[in-house]
């Protein structure tokens, strides 16, 4: 299990079974859960005012026990998982959660029906889902640009030998541009229409296109529909910030690399990570700034949890890592 800030992936034997938004639909009345991810988010606008979304992870930690433990028990129903059967689980955590972040994420699987829980550092599910030699004296930058939380790393032993991380991922993107919108034109727009506006008009290199892109927009005074003509330049300002957050991580964790594992890095290049690493020219700037060949996976959301899914088969041989990540 791969529980994003803004998107869930589950993975069993039979390949991925769960690939949507990390979203739960409870009903406040009775306070049972509807729906778990698109199901979720549908509902949400077309029933009744007693069925109320919630996102329970914000930049890559827990928020809400209770409903992180309801997503994930909706998770193993969309799975065919019961209760009764007590699976055993892998999930995935950031390098930089905190011991009570790990804690709550392993308790709300538990909770859920889990009999055995192990957790396994994003980088180093990343490093097994992309084939890299990760438990060779060998070093591999893997670099993980989420929703809610990036993380730069080099690899090596079955360890990560530096990192550095930040709070700070795509998400924030798409609130920057919602912001830039109601300041500049007095309304305010819906999270899906943030990421497309990111997804067509943004780039890393921050070279404004002369593209532009028409939304529907509800005006912040009035409430009425509009249409708002959206243009390069915009989506440009709001991705700036993250991009240079993100440079300088990447720079600070090639910094701190030891200098055969440097050697190494130079050689083999850096891999991307995670559905940000998707924007537009982040790679080109990546390896502009640090000298560093840097590409995007193939499928750089699912690399993640495709290498918690050969994990499963691998638990002994890789127990070593589940410790170190357990702490």
Do not use: W, Y
């Amino acid at each position: 299990m791969d529980i994003g800030t803004a998107n869930s992936r589950v993975a069993t034997s039979a390949g991925i079974v769960f690939d949507e938004p990390t979203v739960v639909a409870i009903d406040t009345r009775s306070g049972e859960v509807v729906d778990v991810g698109e199901g979720a988010s549908d509902l949400v606008a077309r029933t009744s005012r007693h069925i109320v979304a919630f996102r329970p992870l914000a930049q890559g930690a827990t928020i809400d026990f209770d409903v992180t433990a309801r997503l994930v028990s909706g998770l193993f129903d969309r799975a065919g998982v019961s209760a009764l059967s007590r699976a055993r689980v892998v999930m995935s955590v950031p390098s930089l959660a905190t011991a009570i972040e790990r804690r709550a994420l392993r308790q709300a699987a538990i909770q859920a029906g889990a009999r055995e829980v192990s957790l396994l550092e994003a980088p180093l599910a990343a490093g097994i889902g992309l084939g890299l030699p990760v438990q060779e004296p060998v070093g591999s930058a893997v670099t993980v640009l989420g929703a809610g939380a990036s993380e730069s790393t080099v690899l090596s032993l079955g360890g990560i030998v530096t990192r550095s991380a930040r709070r700070q991922g795509g998400s924030d993107v798409d609130a920057a541009i919602a912001t830039r919108l109601r300041h500049r034109f007095g309304v305010v727009i819906a999270p899906t229409t943030a990421e497309r506006l990111k997804v067509l008009l943004g780039s890393a290199r921050g070279h404004a296109s002369p593209q532009r892109e028409r939304v529907m927009a509800r005006t912040v005074e009035a409430g009425e529909l509009v249409e708002v003509d959206v243009d390069a330049e915009l989506v440009d300002e709001a991705v700036a910030d993250v991009v240079h957050a993100a440079t300088a991580m990447v720079q600070e964790a090639l910094a701190e690399a030891p200098p055969d594992l440097s050697q190494d890095v130079s050689a083999r290049g850096m891999t991307l990570v995670g559905g940000h690493a998707r924007l537009r020219d982040f790679a080109e700037v990546l390896a502009r700034e640090t000298g560093v060949d840097v590409r995007v996976a193939a499928d750089p959301e699912l690399v993640i949890v495709r290498g918690l899914q050969m994990c499963l088969d691998e638990m002994s041989r890789l127990h070593a890592l589940f410790r170190e990540a357990d702490r």
